[in-house]
């Protein structure tokens, strides 16, 4: 498994960024019985999909695991982005 180029990886995340801001202002915006009833929406299609995903904890913290390890990433935090190109 080759690890993604510094470049691919810096663009995904900063799309992660910018997805948590957008929802992190929806919460913001929205009332909060319309942001509870979708959270608890989505909540209940992922218990009820479960069978969908069927890796034990133990399988994902090991695929986790693997995948920091063959991308050679130092643990801790990398620099936010410049919130001018967010």
Do not use: C
Request: hydrophobic share 35%.
């Amino acid at each position: 498994m080759n690890p993604p180029d510094q470049k691919h990886r810096e663009q995904i995340r900063e799309e992660r960024i910018w997805f948590v801001l957008r929802s992190a202002e929806w919460v913001r915006r929205v009332p909060n019985k319309v942001w509870s009833r979708e959270q608890s929406a989505f909540i209940n299609q992922l218990l009820a999909n479960r069978h969908y995903f069927p890796l034990t904890r133990e399988e994902y913290l090991h695929m986790v695991e693997t995948a920091k390890i063959a991308s050679g990433r130092r643990s801790g935090s990398p620099p936010m982005p410049d919130w001018g190109k967010v």
